[in-house]
């Protein structure tokens, strides 16, 4: 039997070893961070089997957490936690924002997360001057306790939107 040729082999494995071609196309830029990040951050979102991550989620939280944070003046801010847990509507508890921001910053290459995690630090100061911290985590919260976001006082919704 005759001996295949080396550059023939190469040749296969050249195209067995495609890059993966996207079929959607590229984002728009996320506020504040670089086209090479957003484009990152597409990759990771279309790639995601994650129930909560979609094309835009990241965007999507960083508004929302961005949005939580910037209200006119120095008042206290409390999160509150929502009853709907739709990807949608879950994002209306500023906390579930916060943990998608921590996990693409998990997943993301390193260059992006770098740069995404210098604009969620910045975010993140200020949600720390802005919230409380709640001295009841121990007996409430077993199992988020560990995550500091959720260590700090949550308020009523109907509070906040001024119905009380």
């Given at each position: 039997m005759p001996r295949n040729r080396p550059g023939t082999l190469r040749a296969a494995q050249r195209i067995r070893h495609r890059p993966r071609r996207w079929d959607t196309p590229a984002p728009d830029r996320i506020h504040g961070l670089s086209a090479r990040t957003s484009l990152?951050?597409?990759?990771?979102?279309?790639?995601?089997?994650?129930?909560?991550?979609f094309p835009g989620?990241?965007?999507?939280?960083?508004?929302?957490?961005?949005?939580?944070?910037?209200?006119?003046?120095r008042g206290i801010r409390y999160p509150y936690l929502?009853?709907?847990?739709?990807?949608?509507?879950?994002?209306?508890?500023?906390?579930?924002?916060?943990?998608?921001?921590?996990?693409?910053?998990?997943?993301?290459?390193?260059?992006?997360?770098?740069?995404?995690?210098?604009?969620?630090?910045a975010l993140d100061a200020v949600y720390l001057a802005r919230t409380l911290p709640d001295p009841f985590?121990?007996?409430?919260?077993?199992?988020?306790?560990?995550?500091?976001?959720y260590r700090r006082l949550e308020g009523c919704r109907y509070a906040q939107s001024g119905v009380i």
């Open positions: 990152a951050i597409h990759r990771y979102e279309a790639l995601s089997a994650d129930y909560y991550v989620a990241t965007a999507y939280a960083l508004r929302r957490y961005r949005a939580f944070l910037n209200p006119p003046g929502d009853d709907c847990d739709c990807p949608g509507c879950s994002f209306r508890d500023v906390r579930h924002a916060r943990d998608l921001l921590g996990t693409a910053l998990r997943n993301l290459p390193p260059r992006a997360r770098a740069e995404l995690a210098r604009l969620v630090a985590v121990p007996a409430r919260r077993e199992w988020r306790g560990h995550v500091w976001w």
